[in-house]
């Protein structure tokens, strides 16, 4: 199975401008006050309105000119808050410039601590720091500047209340991000077309964590007619999702997860579980990235379910 020190190497790598091709940004509305950019890396939400721009997650480092520019496009006002929904580096890689290229929200409307301009705040679970301090290798302006424990935080960010809770899933740093008025999930990697969840158990995750975390954005899913429209999710990787997707990604992995788990209650080793292929009628679509194959997810699953 991969394993997370290639990850944490590739996110050093990435926050210091290492690696990476250019690729083609496009944004598109999403619904109320966001947006959606992609192309910077994982997928970028942002929130646009008289309050500025807030945006969850920031692309990879090399891609952080190119996303500046995207997100002024939307409108003039300060980027405020950066989001990150976890510590992966298409996700969390263009924290130190956007983050020089905004103007903090505070008290007073004060943008300047100490004769320094202090910029836009990074907000992430106090998982997350810890996890980029220990690195040692990731500059201090790319960490997270305001940190939270408790299970969800919430701002009034353009017109509309923005719950951020903590969803330790895929590992313990994250979280999703709901704009209430606008019917928008932003879920990080907890939700990707793109490939399996990447479940780092060395760090809390597990599938279990992952399940609990897609129940929990379909009760908070509303669909509209016929299933279609209604709450739109931003996946961390991939198009715009309604609930009818979300639902189809976790009865997949349900389905899975049951398979593997029966295969192993009856004794079977992660070799003959492997062998019995429970992905392969998934692996077409959710199974060719060779950094996270179908065998490496069933090794992730099987691990998972204990004993």
């Known amino acids: 199975m991969r394993t997370v020190q290639r990850v944490l190497a590739t996110l050093v790598l990435s926050v210091l401008g290492v690696d990476a091709a250019h690729a083609e940004l496009r944004t598109t509305h999403v619904s109320g006050n966001v947006y959606l950019i992609t192309g910077a890396g994982g997928n970028v939400a942002v929130s646009v309105g008289t309050s500025g721009v807030m945006i969850v997650d920031s692309g990879s480092a090399e891609m952080s000119g190119e996303l500046l520019t995207e997100i002024r496009k939307l409108g003039n006002g300060a980027l405020r808050y950066i989001i990150n929904t976890n510590v992966d580096p298409e996700?969390?890689?263009?924290?130190?410039?956007?983050?020089?290229?905004g103007a903090t929200f505070t008290g007073g409307n004060a943008t300047v601590v100490g004769g320094v301009d202090v910029g836009a705040a990074i907000v992430a679970h106090e998982t997350a720091l810890?996890?980029?301090?220990?690195?040692?290798?990731?500059?201090?302006?790319?960490?997270?500047?305001?940190?939270?424990?408790?299970?969800?935080?919430?701002?009034?960010?353009?017109?509309?209340?923005?719950?951020?809770?903590?969803?330790?899933?895929?590992?313990?740093?994250n979280i999703v991000v709901?704009?209430?008025?606008?019917?928008?999930?932003?879920?990080?990697?907890?939700?990707?077309?793109?490939g399996y969840p990447v479940i780092?158990?060395?760090?809390?995750?597990?599938?279990?964590?992952?399940l609990d975390a897609?129940?929990?954005?379909?009760?908070?899913a509303v669909s509209d007619t016929l299933s279609e429209g209604g709450t739109?999710?931003?996946?961390?990787?991939?198009?715009?999702?309604?609930?009818?997707?979300?639902?189809?990604?976790?009865?997949?992995l349900t389905i899975i997860?049951?398979?593997?788990?029966?295969?192993?209650?009856?004794?079977?080793?992660?070799?003959?579980v492997?062998?019995?292929?429970?992905?392969?009628?998934?692996?077409?679509?959710?199974?060719r990235n060779p950094e996270w194959t179908g065998d490496d997810f069933i090794e992730a699953v099987y691990a998972s379910l204990g004993s």
């Open 232 to 252: 739109m999710l931003i996946p961390g990787h991939g198009r715009i999702c309604d609930e009818a997707d979300l639902v189809r990604y976790r009865d997949m």
């Open 178 to 194: 709901h704009f209430r008025r606008s019917d928008v999930l932003a879920t990080g990697d907890l939700f990707r077309l793109d």
């Open 91 to 101: 996700h969390m890689g263009g924290n130190a410039p956007l983050r020089a290229a």
């Open 257 to 272: 997860r049951d398979r593997i788990a029966a295969l192993k209650e009856r004794g079977r080793t992660l070799a003959q």
């Open 130 to 173: 810890l996890r980029l301090a220990n690195l040692g290798s990731v500059p201090v302006a790319a960490q997270p500047t305001e940190t939270f424990y408790v299970p969800k935080v919430d701002f009034f960010f353009n017109g509309e209340p923005v719950e951020v809770m903590y969803k330790p899933a895929v590992d313990d740093t």
């Open 274 to 287: 492997k062998a019995a292929k429970p992905t392969l009628d998934y692996d077409s679509r959710f199974g």
């Open 214 to 220: 897609l129940n929990a954005f379909v009760d908070l």
């Open 200 to 210: 780092d158990l060395k760090n809390g995750g597990s599938i279990q964590g992952v």
